[in-house]
């Protein structure tokens, strides 16, 4: 990492916002360029500030922070997002995961998750709390082992359960990130899944068991 990155903190508890600030700027990459304490202002501050992650916690006064990832997301800008929350229910993080969000912290572990939580993300991969990681895992029954799986689909499936984008597979491969997408399209449609965010979490599941063929 070499690059500069700017980051806005979005929190209706100024205590919260302060001691995350000072756990980001511990690293030397990150800096902290403006912080929120309602969605709005995160909204304007996103728009005029154009950050490169935006922190967000998903309970806050006006609009909530998963209406201003919604907004963000629809107006293309290339800002990440990262949700800071107390909440680990399974449908919410669902919900989360199938807006295309990668960052997902849980409050209790920022200290330990947050800094890597965002160098994770501007590099396009995935980066959940260890504790929603285990929420997601215990929600889906053990998948059975798919024979008909190709050497190349299982070793795919290895690298999305380690968060890689369809372009780092692609440049880890050798191949175009067309055939990734291919590739992806053929197993959600092998094992009679839908959506990334079902792909991902058969991969966590898949590869937490130990299968590896």
């Known amino acids: 990492m070499n690059k500069e990155i700017s980051v806005i903190i979005a929190d209706d508890h100024p205590i919260i916002r302060q001691a995350v600030s000072q756990i980001l700027q511990t690293n030397t990459y990150i800096k902290v360029i403006g912080e929120a304490d309602n969605g709005n202002e995160a909204v304007e501050l996103i728009r005029n500030l154009k950050p490169d992650v935006a922190i967000l916690d998903i309970q806050m006064p006006g609009i ?24 680990k229910e ?3 993080i669902r919900r989360v995961f199938e807006m295309g969000i990668k960052g997902y912290i849980l409050k209790e572990s920022a200290v330990l998750d947050i800094v890597k939580c965002v160098l994770a993300v501007v590099e396009n991969n995935f980066y959940l709390s260890p504790q929603v990681s285990q929420v997601l895992l215990e929600t889906q029954e053990k998948p059975v082992k798919e024979n008909n799986l190709t050497p190349t689909e299982k070793n795919i499936l290895l690298l999305i359960s380690k968060g890689k984008s369809s372009d780092e597979i692609a440049q880890e491969m050798f191949i175009a990130r067309k055939t990734v997408e291919n590739h992806r399209s053929n197993i ?23 299968d590896k063929t």
């Open 188 to 210: 959600c449609k092998k094992l009679g899944i839908t959506g990334n965010f079902a792909l991902v979490k058969y991969a966590l599941k898949m590869f937490s068991e130990g």
């Open 64 to 87: 909530d922070g998963l209406e201003v990832a919604k907004i963000i997301i629809s107006e293309n800008h290339s800002t990440k997002i990262v949700f800071l929350t107390m909440f």
């Open 90 to 92: 399974p449908a919410l």
